[in-house]
C-alpha cells in the first residue's frame, strides 16, 4: 500500500496545516469550488504546487467540519453546477492565526539559515 | 450517523467529483483538446475516483467504525447466499456454547458460594469420624455444652438449631409443618436479613423465661400456604393448638434447615436433649487449629455423654458446603469435561467450514486484493464474518443454555446439593460464553483468515475458479480435524455407554424386597406426648390396627427406621460367646411382624416373634443372611444371643423396653435385602420389635393392590381418627420413589442421561462436519472426476475413491479415539462405575463410528459417482 500512496504525492510535499493555510486564504479572495481551489493554488504558485484531490477533498470536508468554512451549491460560470466554499468568521480569525504561526516559522528558520555574522 | 444522512452525503459527494470532472473537462475543451480526450485526460489527473472518496469519507467518522459496519453488512449479505453452511455454523457453535454455559452455570451455582449468609466461607459444622476414618455424623451438643463450646477463642459467634415437624391444624386433616427452632441470635449469627418484618431476636427468648410465642414464616411456606399474603405480618399461625404470633418472613434464598417455620429455641440443662451448633470461626483461623481446639473440648463432652458419640472417634470442622464438594463436585467436574469435548468438536465443525469457504473465496479475495484492499483490510473482513456466526451462536446457545440447566436442575440429587443456591444463568455466565464466543470466533476464525489473505495473486487469477482442487496444506488441516473430531466423539460415546450400562444394572439390581405397591407413610409424634412406654406402644400398635383394617390395604407393617433400600441405625453388637472383632457394626432395625409380609422378604430359618411377644417387649431378633454368613459360618445362628450396648433409652423422647441394652435372642433369619443403598454391598442387618425402642417418629408400611399414594388420604384420616393432632410427615413417597431418589441412583441417571445426550450431539456434529469435508472436497474435484469418467473410470470407482479420501481421517480418528478412552479410562472409572476398557463397549461404538462416517461420506459420493462427465469437465 505504501508503494501506491506514492504515486498520490505532490512534487512538493504540503503538510495538512499548510494545505489548510492555503485553502483559506485561497477562499478569502471568494467562494470558490473544489476545482477552482487547486487551479487557484497552482496558478498562484507559478505551477510548482499541484495539490492532489486525495488530499485536497478531505482537507475541504475537514474544514467544513471544523465549522471554518461552508459550503453550498450554486450555479458556476459556466452553468454546471458545483459545490462553493467559502470563509466563515470563524474560518476568517483562523486564517489570520495560521498566518501569523506561518510567518513565526519562516523567521524562524530563515534565523537558522542566515550565515554567522 | 444515521442511513438516511449518510446516504445524502455520499450522494453529494458523487456530485462534487463528478462536478470537478467535467469542470477540468471542459476547461481542456475550451483550451482546444477534443471532447473524448478532455475527459480522459480530466479523469487521470484527478487520480483515483475510488480512493480519493475514500480518503474523504474517512474524514466524515473514524474509520473502523464505518469499516466494521460495511464489513458486518457484506459479511451478512455472504452468508446469506449461503444458508446451509451459516445453519450447519450456528448451530454447532450453539450446542458447544449453550452445553458449556449450561454445565458452568450449575457449577458456579452449586459450587461457588451458593449461600446467602454473611461470611458463609467461615460458617462450620461439627463432624465426628470413626476410627476408620469414615464420616459418621454431625455432633450435636447438649445446652452446657453448647455454652462451653461458644467461649472458645477460635469462636466468632455460634448459634444452635433444632428441628421438628408440627402440625397446623386449620383444615380438616392435620398438616404437617417442618419447623426449625433457632437460638434467639440465629438470624444475627446468619445475617441475612428478613424479607418481611424481622427475624428472631434476642428479647423473643430471654434467659431463664420460655421463649415468647413468635414464628418467623420460610418464604416457600409463605407463598403455598398463605398465597404470599403481604399483611402476614401480626396474623397468628395455630401449630398444635397454640398460636403463634408471625413477626416475619425470610428472604427466597434462606433455607436454613429447609425450615417452614422458624420458632425461638430455648436451650435447655439437661443433658439427653442435643442441639445443632452452628459455628462461624474468627477470620484467619485455620482448619487445623480450630480441629485440635475443638477436640479436647469433644472429648470431654464424650465423657459426659458418651451415648452421643461413637467410641473412638475423632472430630473435625466441615464447612457448608465441604460435603456437597466432595459429594457432587466430580460428577460435575466430569460433566463439564464432556461438555468442553463437545464444544471442541463444535468448534471443530466451525474451523472446517471456514477453512473450506476460505478456500472457495480466493478468487475473490485475490480480486480485491489486486483493486487496493489491504491485508489487514481481508483479515479483519474474514473476521467480522466469523464473530458475527460466533455471537449469532453464543445468542441460540443461551437460549439452549437456559432449557438445559432447568433440565439439569432437575436431575441433580436433591440431597447433594445446597438448597440454598439458585442455579441460573447469571451475569458471570454470561459474561463467560460471550467471552468464549469471542474467543472461538476469533481462534478459528483468524487462521482462514490469515491464510486467505495472503493469496499468490497471480496463480489464482489464472486458475479457475472452482477447479482448483484445495491445496495439501489444508487438506492435511482437514484431516487432522476430522480425525480429532472422530477421537474425542468415541470418548463421549464410550463414556455414554459405561455410565448407561451403570445406570441399567443398577436399576436391575436385585433389591431383595418387593417395592411395587408400597408407601411408607411417616408418624411424627408430638412433645410430650405418650410418653411412657405403655403408652406409646399402644398408640402404635392401635395406628397399626387401624390402617390395617382398611379395605384396600392388603397388608401394613410398621417400619420405625427401616425403610429400605438404605435403612437401620448403625450400631456396633456383640455376640455372645464370640470374641469381638474391634468394630463390628450391622444395621439395626426396629419393626413389627408383618413387616416383612408387607415387603414379600422371606424368612429362611426360625420364625418370627408373634403379637404377644412384641407386646411384652420380649428381647427377640431376627439377622439376615449377611450376618448369619459372616458371624455364624457353622450354621449356628439360631438360639444364639446377640446384644447392641449403645441402646439405651433417652426418655422422653426414645422410649425403650428395660433391659433393652442387653441380650437378645436369635429366633430366625431373613433373607437379604439391600439396606445401605443400591450400589454397596449388604450390611450385616438385625431386626427386633419395635416395642424394643420407640423415638418419637415411626412410620407405616402400607402395600395395596396398585397406586398406594391414591388411599392417602385415606390412611390419614384412620390416623386422625386415633389422635386427632397427629399429622403424616409431608412427603409421603411409595417405595419406587424412595429408589429413585437414593443419590447413587439420581447421580447415576443424571450422569447417563447427559452423557448420552452430549454423545448423540457430538455424533451429530461430527458427521455433519465430515459430511461438509466430503461435500467441499468432491465439489473441489468435480473437474478431476469428469476426467477420470471421461476416460473411463465407473461410477463405482468414483464412489471408492471418495470414500479412500474419507478412510484415512476416520481411521486415524478412531485409533486416536481408542487410546485416548483407554489412557483416561482411570479418570472415567473413579465417577462412572464401572470401567470403558470393556470390549463390548468399545467394539459397539466403533462400529457405530464408522457407521456413521459411511453414511456421510455416502451422500456426497453418491452425487459424485452420479455426475455426467459431460456436465463436470464444463463445471465452472
Known amino acids: 500500500m505504501t508503494e501506491k500512496k506514492a504515486r498520490y504525492q505532490n512534487r512538493i510535499e504540503l503538510l495538512q496545516g499548510t494545505l489548510d493555510l492555503l485553502i483559506l486564504q485561497t477562499l478569502q479572495w471568494g467562494a470558490q469550488h473544489g476545482y477552482g481551489i487547486s487551479v487557484a493554488i497552482r496558478n498562484r504558485s507559478g505551477e510548482l504546487l499541484q495539490v492532489d484531490t486525495g488530499s485536497l477533498y478531505p482537507a475541504l470536508h475537514r474544514l467544513e467540519r471544523q465549522k471554518w468554512i461552508k459550503a453550498e451549491w450554486r450555479m458556476s460560470e459556466n452553468k454546471q453546477r458545483a459545490k462553493f466554499y467559502q470563509l466563515t468568521a470563524t474560518g476568517k480569525k483562523q486564517l489570520s492565526k495560521e498566518r501569523s504561526k506561518w510567518a513565526q516559522l519562516s523567521d524562524a528558520i530563515a534565523g537558522v539559515l542566515q550565515p554567522e555574522d | 450517523m444515521n442511513f438516511w444522512r449518510r446516504k445524502k452525503r455520499e450522494e453529494e459527494l458523487d456530485a462534487e467529483v463528478q462536478s470537478h470532472l467535467q469542470m477540468a473537462a471542459r476547461e481542456r475543451m475550451d483550451r482546444g483538446d477534443r471532447s473524448n480526450d478532455a475527459e480522459r485526460a480530466a479523469r487521470r489527473e484527478f487520480g483515483n475516483v475510488g480512493l480519493v472518496k475514500e480518503f474523504t469519507r474517512d474524514v466524515w467518522v473514524w474509520r473502523w467504525l464505518r469499516d466494521v459496519a460495511d464489513d458486518a453488512r457484506y459479511g451478512l449479505r455472504m452468508l446469506a447466499k449461503n444458508p446451509g453452511f451459516a445453519i450447519v455454523a450456528i448451530l454447532s457453535l450453539a450446542l458447544g456454547i449453550g452445553a458449556t454455559t449450561a454445565m458452568f452455570s450449575v457449577i458456579y451455582g452449586v459450587m461457588v458460594n451458593p449461600y446467602p449468609y454473611a461470611n458463609s466461607d467461615r460458617m462450620v459444622h461439627l463432624v465426628a469420624y470413626d476410627a476408620h476414618g469414615n464420616r459418621r455424623f454431625f455432633i450435636n451438643l447438649t445446652g452446657p455444652q453448647l455454652q462451653q463450646l461458644r467461649q472458645a477463642a477460635s469462636v466468632e459467634s455460634s448459634a444452635a438449631m433444632d428441628e421438628w415437624q408440627l402440625t397446623t391444624t386449620e383444615g380438616d386433616l392435620p398438616e404437617n409443618v417442618d419447623v426449625v427452632y433457632l437460638t434467639a441470635n440465629s438470624f444475627v449469627h446468619f445475617g441475612v436479613p428478613a424479607l418481611l418484618g424481622r427475624g428472631l431476636l434476642p428479647s423473643d427468648a430471654p434467659e431463664g423465661q420460655d421463649p415468647e410465642n413468635v414464628a418467623v414464616l420460610g418464604y416457600e411456606f409463605w407463598q403455598r400456604h398463605y398465597g404470599g399474603d403481604p399483611d402476614i405480618i401480626g396474623k397468628n399461625i395455630q401449630l398444635v393448638h397454640k398460636s403463634y404470633l408471625i413477626v416475619g418472613v425470610v428472604r427466597p434464598r434462606f433455607t436454613w434447615g429447609d425450615g417452614e417455620v422458624y420458632l425461638p429455641l430455648k436451650l435447655t440443662a439437661d443433658l439427653v436433649r442435643t442441639y445443632f451448633p452452628m459455628i462461624r470461626l474468627k477470620p484467619g483461623v485455620t482448619r487445623a487449629a480450630v480441629n485440635a481446639e475443638f477436640q479436647s473440648l469433644v472429648e470431654q463432652f464424650a465423657k459426659e455423654t458418651p451415648t452421643h458419640f461413637p467410641e473412638h472417634f475423632r472430630m473435625a470442622v466441615e464447612g457448608l458446603n465441604d460435603h456437597f464438594v466432595t459429594d457432587i463436585g466430580g460428577t460435575l467436574s466430569l460433566l463439564l469435561g464432556a461438555v468442553a469435548l463437545l464444544l471442541l468438536i463444535g468448534c471443530g465443525n466451525v474451523s472446517i467450514l471456514l477453512l473450506a469457504r476460505g478456500t472457495a473465496r480466493q478468487h475473490e479475495l485475490a480480486v480485491r486484493s489486486a483493486i487496493g484492499a489491504e491485508g489487514s483490510r481481508l483479515v479483519r473482513q474474514l473476521l467480522t464474518e466469523s464473530l458475527m456466526l460466533s455471537f449469532a451462536g453464543a445468542l441460540l446457545g443461551i437460549a439452549l443454555a437456559n432449557s438445559l440447566v432447568k433440565l439439569i436442575v432437575n436431575w441433580l440429587p436433591r440431597s447433594s446439593f445446597p438448597h440454598e443456591a439458585t442455579i441460573s444463568i447469571n451475569l458471570a455466565v454470561l459474561f463467560f460464553s460471550v467471552g468464549l464466543a469471542l474467543l472461538t470466533g476469533i481462534v478459528f476464525g483468524i487462521s482462514p483468515a490469515l491464510q486467505s489473505a495472503r493469496p499468490d495473486l497471480a496463480q489464482v487469477m489464472q486458475a479457475n475458479t472452482r477447479k482448483t482442487t484445495a491445496g495439501v496444506h489444508s487438506r492435511r488441516t482437514h484431516t487432522i480435524l476430522i480425525a480429532g473430531q472422530i477421537a474425542l466423539t468415541l470418548l463421549l460415546l464410550a463414556g455414554a455407554g459405561v455410565a448407561m450400562r451403570g445406570f441399567v444394572r443398577m436399576m436391575n439390581v436385585n433389591l431383595g424386597y418387593d417395592p411395587h405397591n408400597v408407601m411408607a407413610v411417616g408418624i411424627p409424634v408430638h412433645d410430650n ?160 420389635p419395635f416395642t424394643i425402642m420407640m423415638p418419637q417418629y415411626t412410620q407405616i408400611l402400607v402395600r395395596t393392590t396398585a397406586s398406594p399414594l391414591r388411599i392417602l388420604r385415606a390412611v390419614r384420616e384412620q390416623i386422625h381418627s386415633v389422635d386427632p393432632d397427629q399429622q403424616a410427615a409431608r412427603n409421603v413417597r411409595d417405595l419406587d420413589g424412595w429408589i429413585t431418589t437414593q443419590p447413587e441412583w439420581e447421580q447415576g441417571h443424571l450422569v447417563a442421561s447427559l452423557f448420552a445426550g452430549f454423545a448423540i450431539l457430538a455424533l451429530a456434529l461430527a458427521a455433519t462436519g465430515l459430511y461438509s469435508v466430503i461435500s467441499f472436497a468432491v465439489s473441489q474435484r468435480t473437474g478431476e472426476f469428469g476426467i477420470r469418467m471421461a476416460l473411463g473410470a465407473r461410477p463405482n470407482d468414483v464412489l471408492l475413491m471418495v470414500f479412500r479420501s474419507a478412510a484415512m481421517s476416520v481411521t486415524g480418528g478412531v485409533l486416536a479415539g481408542v487410546v485416548l478412552t483407554i489412557t483416561l479410562n482411570r479418570v472415567l472409572a473413579r465417577w462412572i462405575q464401572g470401567s470403558s476398557l470393556d470390549a463390548m463397549i468399545l467394539a459397539g461404538v466403533i462400529l457405530l463410528l464408522v457407521a456413521t462416517s459411511a453414511l456421510s461420506c455416502f451422500i456426497p459420493a453418491r452425487r459424485a459417482s452420479s455426475l455426467d462427465p459431460t456436465v463436470a469437465l464444463r463445471y465452472e
Open chain 2, 529 to 688: 406426648t405418650y410418653t411412657t412406654w405403655e403408652a406409646r406402644r399402644a398408640y402404635f400398635h392401635q395406628l397399626l390396627q387401624k390402617v390395617g383394617a382398611m379395605p384396600e390395604v392388603v397388608s401394613a407393617g410398621i417400619s420405625t427406621n427401616a425403610t429400605p433400600p438404605n435403612n437401620g441405625w448403625e450400631q456396633r453388637f456383640e455376640i455372645s460367646g464370640k470374641p469381638m472383632a474391634e468394630q463390628q457394626m450391622g444395621r439395626f432395625n426396629v419393626v413389627s411382624a408383618e413387616y416383612f409380609t408387607v415387603l414379600h422378604i422371606p424368612l429362611l430359618q426360625g420364625r418370627i416373634w408373634d403379637e404377644s411377644e412384641a407386646m411384652h417387649g420380649s428381647k427377640l431378633a431376627l439377622i439376615n443372611q449377611t450376618l448369619a454368613r459372616q458371624y455364624f459360618p457353622n450354621g449356628d445362628a439360631l438360639g444364639s444371643e446377640l446384644r447392641v450396648p449403645a441402646l439405651k433409652a433417652e426418655p422422653p423422647f426414645n422410649l425403650a423396653v428395660a433391659g433393652s441394652d442387653s441380650w437378645f435372642q436369635i429366633i430366625g433369619i431373613v433373607g437379604d435385602a439391600r439396606d445401605d443403598g443400591l450400589r454397596n454391598p449388604i450390611k450385616p442387618s438385625i431386626f427386633v
